[in-house]
């Protein structure tokens, strides 16, 4: 089978064999669509804009890499929110280009709205992003301006039909730029009864003369606190009307599960209560321990250990006399570090001191030295564990959230002088 006819979403066939994960990392959406509530989460909830958590781009790799050990079949990593990937353009790009980075022969594919993909295609198609899907609800910015209580584009918001028409213009602009990079598009329209289902083929008609790949008619779905709660869900006979004159214009995606924003496993496996906890674990984890030093700062090339002993990572960074500099190679040097008493200076000479080191690994710090240190382009990791590994790991680039010290001591606070913090 082609790499590209593994994507479930898009081939039908492929849908019992290879899997797909959601990065949730694009929490903000740049359009109000009057069907939306995004506020519920639920483990028996599968829809859009449900997750069990937000990720920064690095924590998301870093789930995304045990997750691929835990389920080997994932062929695709998908953006879709739980807002609009490019209403949030920084995390949805950097997150594709770890991703593509750690995984070049992996799928990428982002779902949107459309209104701020634009400025990002080129660079999406660098990155090899095969697959888009754009939700294009209406052609008839009157129709719009009912499904949509705004548009938010650039600075400004625009109500009713002035932000309908916004939408729509950039929506048909994205949709023929995608497809004179090569990308394969779907178009999915919600349909919403008394409002847009008798528009659905019209829809299909139009982005069928754009090139669109497939089209996907997904039936609204009753969302409490919505504006549209009082909708009435389209009836099964309704749905198959429409989607048989859509189908006319374009081949009909009949199998969608309306996938939430942190979707894991095959379509129409449901939500496993097992990768939405480790979500979790991995939203709670220090944005720093995530982040692959190694690659980072590439030109400082030692790491700075608080230890007590020389092989456990124990120590606070007020309580030391010392610190184990590490190579790849492994120990070089033990540094004595400023004395104590010094206020601000001693964190200052300390991080002139550590100019050579990427990190410095502590089991506890104060904020003063914490953000001096950080400042001065040492990545402080409060962590706990033996230290080669916690060293090798960083040299490899990879992250060691599995030595995270849940709970962090300040130095000063509670201090016993006995190794329990600073005495």
Known sequence: MELFEKHPCFNDTARHRYARIHLPVAPRCNVQCKFCNRKYDCVNESRPGVTSGVLSPHQALAYLDEVMQRQPNIAVVGIAGPGDPFANSDETMETLRLVNERYPDMLLCVATNGLNIGKHIEELARLNISHVTLTINAIDPKIGAQIYAWVRYGKRVYPGEEGATILLMHQLEALQRLKEKGMTVKVNSIILPGINETHIAQIAEKVASLRADIFNCIPYYKNAGSAFEHLDEPSKDAVHAIRAEAAQFLPQMAHCTRCRADAVGLLGEGTSSEFMKLLQQYEAMPKELAIPVAAKQSDRPYIAVASM??????????????????????????????????GMLRWQALAAMLDDCRALLVSGIGKNPQDTLKSAGVNVMVVEGMIDDAVSSLFKGEHINHLAKRQRTVCGEACSGTGGGCG
């Not at 030391?320 to 540094?335: C, P, T, V």
């Open 309 to 342: 002993e020389g092989m456990l990572v124990n120590q606070h960074l007020g309580e030391a006399e010392q610190l184990l500099i590490y190579s790849e190679d492994g120990l070089i040097e033990k540094r004595k570090t400023p004395e104590s008493g010094g």
